[in-house]
């Protein structure tokens, strides 16, 4: 490896009198300087009047194209120098600072900077964009850079009741190189090319895959420009795309590629790794310039080039916030005159630290230093939380502890075990610090039996009174869990176990994961998660001694997920931390954790204030697990342990953000639940990721669920897919021509869920209903044997069951409750006709009938004699019965299964809900999917 250094001589001179915040610039503007292999030195020098003990210095420097801060050395007067943290990944141009410290400044005010690069090959170079020195009280510029850098963008850290919107324009002809215009190169040869007087950004791929990223950070964006493919080779690729996230092995984007063999567009929805839409057949010719731009707007996207629509969705299902990514694979492509317009994040300056690969955190005050529980280290902060080094200041603790650490009203330190035992069994324990941390005593036990106990990080606490509370959740499985609270009031040396809350002993419910939190009346709370949709809580008479048994819900809506509830004693407001979705939008009640977001009481718990979306992961329900909470006098920091990719597999990275408390104003009221990504729908299929006139083999082929709970769907044997029933060029239909094959949603395939399918039941108190857009010139003869199967979900003559189909030429539509009881609705208008049909099957639990709407007219009716539930353990399938009888010959366009009220869609088959010129039942998807409760 080759370090090549760079001396910054930064001489401060007698000038001008500083005032309470000033910024000092090089005298010589010999910015930027090209750290490469080739040593050379380099001198700025800065003039101030005198060096004032009373003043901090700061440096901040701006870096570009450096991917992590071990490639940054930095020396002041011989003395290295932690770099600035902020610089620790590559995102085009990296900011940070360094706090210049007495001992590093002589007697001759001179400051003499060495920044060294040991960066290995001979194109790792990097750039330094800015050096400049801020002088001031301590406080003043911590606000100062929060105020120019980390809230650059619209003040993003406080959301108001509407989101900042951030707009750029790159065009390349005063450019030399593309890395100075905040884009960061991911891989292969990208460079800024000239032709004539022209500048442009070329991908160029020949061997090689080629991409680049624009810094930015968006989930709704407008983004316009042109492109050349320049030279492309067979099966050639150039693409775009947006919500951009690399995660771990894993990437997760909306990418629109053009395929130059197949000449054109796929889109690709990276949340499901799967194409969902083709475009027409498009020639892009070579060495032509195309203007295009894309609109994304939550579920939805337009393309277009020169004007002309190519592919539009409203079916997305990554809509996280992510990058705008440019790649080529096998071509040259020129790129120019960008404009991008978001809802601009800027999460990077938003988050203040993520700590890479580490378990559950816990933040505490020491030494009027912030200390940070990470993983299995400990971090320091003493600049309220912008920069974090290592410290030893627990070391005699060890890195055992449960992360959960508090600092006792005493003045002590208490830290809390969990202890594993034997069978899945654990002790909880404690160790107190007189010291401040520099000692800790021997464990003293909490519960001197093992029992099925854990506590959560960031969950112990104490009251004004001195009284400690650790409360274990006891979870046997998902359904039943229970709380267990010991407390202790003699700083921990001894604890008391209170009664148990758990579905035996309080009226039903099941308690899980809480936290104790004195409310301003001096009365005590206990706050705790459950499969309710919906916070609990209990109250105590006696300080928390015993706790009622008499369960209250909270107005929160929440998964079953962990939360975290603060009280500030100086302000008598409680904060909470929490995962704000909706529960009953998915099939698991600890789902989907997708948007953490805060709020506050200032009446105890009588009312609360939304204050802002900590953050959104929207697309990815499994994304996170373990939040934790600190608050402080100015400033709040919420933590949450981030997963790998969209499934529930070990935590990997620890986010810590870092909110001022300052000028939250907050929202009037709380922002809509989010149901319109999966609401009462169960799935819905519109085939639009298979091709028109595709045919697919015996293997099979997964049907992507557009709108629902993510009941994929997979095909049997050899399939057709053709025209469908919209005029719009693209539509997809599955073509069923009565080989016996179809499509087929598997209980098994769900096992790792649950019985999942147990959603595809016909609950006797609630709605449910079935639609289809179809196509057929079969089944108008031929009774019971001759007739086929729409959607079913069957297992034979005398057992519960459902299933519609066409039988003689008309629909109808059977149910069976588990006592036996059936309904069969049968209609009168014969849809062998070889037209395109949109059918309801539907139970009305206002009438309390069963019935068919066709063409968005009543066809038929029964009572519902039902007494019992429809209830069984069988696939749910498109196309035929279970048992491979009841053939279905024709067109299948799109499906959908909800639980929702049918009535409310009545009005649908009158308006274009959609805007597409047709009413179908991409129209009855905005319905269903946006209706509430």
Request: glycine residues 8%; aromatic residues 12%; charged residues 25%.
């Amino acid at each position: 490896m080759i370090a090549c250094i760079y001396r910054v001589s930064i001489v401060l001179l007698l000038s001008s009198r500083l005032f309470s915040y000033t910024i000092l610039s090089p005298n010589q503007d010999k910015l930027p300087l090209e750290l490469t292999d080739q040593a050379q030195q380099e001198e700025l020098n800065f003039e101030i009047n005198s060096l004032d003990q009373n003043m901090n210095y700061m440096l901040v420097i701006e870096t570009v194209d450096i991917n992590n801060f071990d490639e940054l050395g930095l020396v002041i007067n011989g003395i290295t120098v932690t770099p600035p943290p902020e610089l620790f990944s590559a995102t085009g141009k990296q900011r940070g600072f360094v706090w210049i410290k007495d001992e590093l400044i002589t007697g001759n005010n001179e400051l003499q900077f060495t920044f060294s690069n040991s960066r290995n090959g001979s194109d790792k170079g990097f750039w330094l964009t800015k050096a400049e020195i801020w002088v001031g009280q301590k406080q003043a510029l911590i606000e100062k850079y929060d105020e120019k850098y980390n809230e650059l963008y619209g003040n993003r850290l406080v959301y108001r009741n509407e989101e900042p919107v951030f707009s750029e324009s790159y065009s390349f002809d005063n450019m030399l190189n593309f890395k100075d215009t905040g884009w960061q190169n991911i891989s292969g040869v990208n460079t800024v090319v000239s032709s004539g007087s022209n500048k442009y950004l070329q991908l160029y791929s020949i061997n090689n895959p080629s991409e680049v990223k624009i810094n930015c950070f968006s989930r709704d964006t407008v983004l316009e420009g042109r492109f050349n493919i320049l030279y492309s080779a067979p099966h050639s690729h150039f693409e775009i795309s947006l919500r951009h996230n690399i995660d771990s092995n894993h990437v997760y984007k909306v990418s629109l590629i053009y395929d130059t063999s197949e000449k054109r567009w796929e889109l690709i929805d990276g949340w499901l790794k799967e194409k969902l839409r083709n475009s027409s057949s498009l020639d892009i010719q070579s060495n032509k310039w195309y203007d295009f731009k894309v609109v994304i707007d939550k579920i939805n996207i337009l393309f277009y080039i020169d004007g002309s629509l190519v592919l539009e969705s409203k079916s997305l299902r990554n809509t996280n916030y992510g990058g705008i990514v440019f790649g080529a694979s096998g071509a040259i492509v020129n790129i120019d005159d960008l404009s991008y317009e978001g809802n601009d994040k800027h999460l990077k300056n938003y988050k203040m630290f993520c700590f890479e690969n580490s378990a559950m955190g816990d933040m505490n005050r020491v030494n009027n230093e912030l200390i940070l529980h990470v993983g299995s280290s400990y971090l320091s902060s003493d600049d309220e939380g912008l920069t974090w080094n290592g410290t030893d200041i627990f070391d005699s603790l060890g890195s055992k502890s449960s992360k959960n650490i508090l600092n006792l009203n005493s003045g002590r330190l208490l830290a809390m075990f969990n202890v594993k035992q034997p069978n899945n069994l654990r002790k909880l324990g404690v160790k107190i610090s007189n010291d401040e941390g520099s000692s800790w005593s021997d464990i003293i036990w909490v519960n001197q039996a093992p029992k099925k106990h854990k506590v959560m990080n960031s969950k112990i606490s104490q009251i004004s009174n001195g009284r400690i509370f650790i409360n274990p959740g006891t979870q046997y499985d998902e359904a039943v869990g229970g709380v267990t609270t010991y407390y202790s009031d003699d700083d921990g040396l001894t604890w008391t176990k209170s009664n148990v809350l758990d579905r035996s002993t309080t009226n039903g419910f099941n308690l899980q994961e809480a936290q104790v939190v004195e409310l301003n009346n001096g009365q005590v709370r206990l706050v705790a998660r459950s499969d309710m949709g919906r916070l609990l809580y209990a109250d105590s008479s006696d300080g928390g001694a015993t706790w009622s048994t008499d369960i209250n819900i909270m107005p929160i809506i929440s998964p079953m997920n962990a939360f975290n509830v603060r009280r500030d004693d100086n302000t008598n407001e409680i904060f909470l931390f929490w995962t704000y979705s909706d529960p009953d939008a998915w099939p698991h009640p600890a789902l989907p954790r997708e948007r953490l977001a805060l709020a506050k009481t200032e009446d105890d718990m009588e009312t609360w204030q939304y204050l802002m979306t900590v953050d959104d992961f929207q697309g990815l329900p499994w994304r996170f697990n373990d939040l934790g909470m600190y608050v402080d006098e100015s400033y709040i920091f919420p933590m949450v342990n981030l997963m790998i990719g969209d499934r529930w597999i070990r935590p990997k990275d620890l986010m810590v953000y870092r909110v001022p408390r300052e000028g939250i104003e907050g929202f009037e009221k709380f922002p809509p639940l989010r149901n319109n990504r999966y609401s009462k729908v169960l799935f819905m299929y519109d085939f639009e990721e298979f091709d028109l006139d595709q045919n697919i083999k015996a293997a099979p082929y997964k049907v992507n669920d557009k709108k629902g709970k993510g009941f994929h769907g997979r095909t049997e044997g050899e399939l057709g897919f053709a025209e469908g029933s919209s005029s719009s060029s693209g539509s997809v239909a599955l073509h069923l021509n009565g080989n016996g094959n179809g499509i087929v949603i598997r209980n098994h395939d769900f096992d790792t869920r649950g019985t999942l399918l147990n959603y595809f039941n016909i609950e006797s108190e609630s709605p449910f209903f079935i639609s289809a857009v179809f196509r057929t010139n079969k089944h108008s003869s031929g009774g019971t044997d001759n007739s086929g199967a729409l959607v079913a979900r069957d297992v034979g003559p005398g057992e519960s069951s459902w299933w519609t189909r066409i039988r003689n030429g008309v629909l109808q539509f059977f149910v069976s409750d588990t006592d036996g009881n059936t309904v069969k609705v049968e209609g009168t208008t014969n849809v062998s006709d070889n037209k395109w049909h949109e059918v309801v099957f539907a139970k009305d639990i206002a009438d309390y009938k069963f019935v068919i709407i066709l063409d968005g007219k009543l066809e038929a009716q029964q009572d519902n004699t039902l007494k019992s539930d429809v209830e069984l353990n069988a696939n749910v399938v498109i196309g035929h019965f279970n048992e491979d009888n009841r053939i279905f010959q024709g067109y299948i366009d799109e499906v959908l299964v909800s639980k929702a009220d049918y009535k409310n869609y009545i009005s649908l088959y009158s308006g274009d809900l959609n805007k597409d010129g047709i009413v179908d039942i991409r129209d009855l998807v905005i319905m269903a999917s946006n209706w509430g409760d």
